[in-house]
């Protein structure tokens, strides 16, 4: 973390308990949640938009749900962990969490689930943060579900600067997983039914306005 970053996460330091926990846990348990730079970004970006309904593909422990349900209040956020464990902690931290009256977690794989599961049909924003290598088919399948002028935002799209590296250099266990992201950021780019916008900020936020 840069020094720039890390000052302005000291002046951005949680006092809620919960979620001290759970940032502590997730080193732990090297569970993926996004980095202090990033969220506070993310968030930032969600209270100039104001969403009402949030549809979040990769739940992990619950953190960005909860975040985004304490930032924007009465905001209702819909998120979705296909990993049973995580999942199941993430049913405690939001049960213990002041918000959890407005955030429905469902359990399932996102490519897989049946979409009536879901308690709207229409949302403001669409928040993609679970497997790198499948963005694209997550984004294919769940931007219908945006509102024309809602945002669809995704994190990780550095992917710890693994983009920035030749195919051939990459290790083979993540070469199909980093080109498929490489080609997801190439495509969004240049998709016509979106203004779209890449932020170094964190491992990369990308922000992609619904026309």
Known sequence: MSDYNQYIADLNESEDPLISEMESVAREQHVPIMDR????????????????????????IGYSAIRMAMALRG????????????YEMAVDFIRRSSVSD?????????????????????????FIDA?????????????????????????NMFMHGAVLTPDEELPKRNRTMIRNLKEFNKWIMAHPNYETTLLPVGDGILIAIKK
Do not use: N, W
């Open 75 to 86: 905001a209702a956020v819909t998120t979705i962990e296909r990993d049973i464990d995580r």
């Open 131 to 155: 497997a790198k290598g499948q963005y694209k088919r997550f984004f294919e399948k769940y931007e219908a579900f945006v509102k024309p002028g809602g945002i669809i935002y995704c994190d």
């Open 37 to 60: 730079s990033g969220i506070d970004t993310f968030i930032g970006l969600l209270r100039i938009q104001r969403p009402s309904a949030i549809l979040e593909i990769g739940s992990a």
């Open 102 to 126: 407005y955030i429905d977690i469902i359990e399932g794989d996102a490519l897989l689930m049946d979409d009536e599961k879901l308690p709207f049909k229409e949302y403001d924003a669409l």
